[in-house]
């Protein structure tokens, strides 16, 4: 016996590939147009420079991740967190140039470093006088030195 309830669409289509059509869609509407997209280095055509900046948000210590190992006031100011320079023990400082050097967290980018593929941009930052993380942040994702004035 046939169930001639309504068109050809309605009759393809189950309850179940409604459901999971419906929720994906809505997901894609829900989702903001600033959220970032993925894509894979194999997908760029060509030989073009490629540049990742990676912002930490809540901040990082970059003296601890890339210390300056020959700075005595390093060591002076930091006693007890001190990344100790190259060759002083096994858990020390990797060299990078003679004056700074990855934690040993960091050795994975090691090669990435001494290849050139990977630069390490020490001490940069704002000089705007925001106390905000937050503004400070949109400042530096957007390119922008100073907060916008208020009128």
Request: contains cysteine; aromatic residues 8%; proline residues 8%.
């Amino acid at each position: 016996m046939s169930h001639n309830c309504g068109c050809r669409e309605y009759e393809e289509v189950s309850r179940r590939d409604f459901l999971k059509l419906g929720s994906g869609a809505a997901m894609a509407l829900a989702a903001p147009a600033w959220l970032p997209r993925v894509s894979l280095a194999s997908s760029f055509a060509g030989n073009r420079d490629v540049v990742v900046s990676i912002f930490l948000r809540g901040g990082v210590d970059g003296l601890s991740m890339v210390p300056p190992f020959t700075d005595r006031n390093y060591y002076t100011l930091r006693p007890g967190i001190a990344i100790q320079p190259p060759d002083a023990n096994s858990n020390a400082a990797l060299d990078l140039d003679g004056t700074f050097g990855f934690a040993p967290a960091m050795q994975p980018l090691l090669e990435a470093y001494d290849a050139g593929d990977l630069l390490v941009v020490h001490a940069c930052g704002l000089e705007s006088p925001t106390r905000s993380h937050f503004e400070a942040q949109h400042n530096m994702e957007v390119g922008q030195g100073e907060p916008p004035a208020t009128l």
